[in-house]
């Protein structure tokens, strides 16, 4: 084997070896400044007269968007890609059927997933958080 294959073989495996700790620590990096956020499992509250149920959720978890001038909540699904097991926001127009200071009552829930309970700016639909505990489903 010639001295020039021998450098470039070495020159490839430092080259590779870099770009696999670059990935690594980019990634441990990314997941380490996510969000923290506290969720919570919406509550079967009551049968509504069109047959669906209305679900009691904390009131930190209701949101108004401005711009549409409708309530949503922050709905929290498990993602698999290549950064691994995360949680995406993702959001849900809701109908507010009634709001106190600790919970509120709503309808348009299609499936049930936990919500997030959070003001803060950092946690949006399509992003990634993390989750500070799990609630049994």
């Known amino acids: ?17 870099t770009v696999v700790f670059l990935t690594y620590y980019s990634k441990q990096v990314f997941l380490k ?47 698999s890609d290549i950064l691994g097991d995360n949680y995406c926001p993702v959001a849900t127009t809701v109908t507010l059927l009634y709001r106190d200071e600790e919970t509120a009552r709503i309808d348009g829930l299609v499936y049930v997933e936990p919500v997030i309970l959070t003001d803060d700016p950092r946690v949006n639909a399509g992003g990634r958080v993390t989750v500070e505990a799990m609630p049994d489903r």
């Open 33 to 79: 400044n996510l969000p923290v956020v506290e969720v919570a499992m919406p509550q079967r509250a009551e049968q509504l007269n069109s047959g669906r149920f209305a679900y009691s959720v904390p009131a930190a978890a209701i949101h108004f968007d401005m711009q549409t001038g409708q309530y949503y909540v922050l709905l929290l699904q498990e993602v």
């Open 1 to 17: 084997m010639s001295a020039k294959t021998k450098a470039f073989i070495i020159t490839m495996g430092v080259f590779f070896a």
